[in-house]
């Protein structure tokens, strides 16, 4: 038996068919491609509006938190420009990575080389250890590997007290410790004879401890030590307090001194924010992570991106830094910073 097989008029493939699904795929590429780019453009646009919002900090605590992303804005901005090229928008590829190569001039002093440096240096190692970290040793264990000749500690109740005390009494000698149930107690450890330490408010809102100590270094050289921890901006109260005990740490560093002082600790403050660089100004000091790049101190996350650069050592003009470099992870929201300086 022979079976024939026809195919009618209906069955046939439709040219017309073909061609519209065609043009609506492409369509939808397009769709998708333009949609891409725009937010793209958005993100620039909106890091560019958060950088100027920076620069304006002096005048609102939401602007000066808006100065913390400087890092971050500028990478949205070249990173959004090299996508508009992949995606051929290259004008406003070519914008966006222009301004995004100003935005990361602001950031290439920390990242030109300092001058070579010789001769016998100290180690002083800085690091907010959070009050309800549990992992207290892992804390003495980095100060362990660390060996500094300094360790500054913030956030410490009467438990981290009573454990820091124990495991580091016998190496650091010379210790003072300011406990308080709440995330501002302080704590300075040395081995070398200070001599005198006291305790000292900058902030005449809230009594928050900093400690001041002074050292005849074994080479003969002198050192002002100052740890301190002033509120974080998070609202406009504690951002005047913030301020205003920056203003209290340098009328204090300009009475006594600037040339041979230190002041470390968790200042709640990146480089950028106006308060941080009226601090420098005002007391004499600089930022010791200039020539030695930036280093995310503080990181809620797990992720790199959102760390922000908070922890500082900042050091007067006598005092020059051989390294820098921020230490592993401590069980804290903050990593510890290590700093040789002579």
Known sequence: MKITLSMTHHDAPQPDSENNLFRETHSDGRLVKRSVANLLVAISVFSLVTMIA???GKWHFLLDLASHLRVQATIAVLASGVM????????VATACVLVGI???TTLTP???PPKPMTGKTYRLMTANVLTRNTNKSLVLQSIDQMDPDFVLLQETDNAWTQAIQRGLHQKYPYHRLEPRDDNFGIAMFSKHRWSKCEVISFSPEIQLPSLIAEFQLPDGTELQLIATHPLPPIRHSTWTARNRAFKGVAKEVQQRGSHRTIVAGDL??????????RLLKESGLRDSSRGQGLQSTWNPTSLPFPGLAID???VGSEIEIADRMVGPSIGS???PV???FR
């Open 102 to 104: 100003g935005m990361a």
């Open 312 to 314: 500082h050592v900042l």
């Open 54 to 56: 920076g620069m304006l």
């Open 84 to 91: 508009l090229a992949m995606l051929g928008r290259r004008r």
């Open 333 to 335: 929201d903050h990593r």
């Open 338 to 340: 290590i700093v040789d």
């Open 110 to 112: 920390y990242y030109w």
């Open 268 to 277: 709640n403050s990146t480089p950028w924010s106006y308060w941080f660089k």
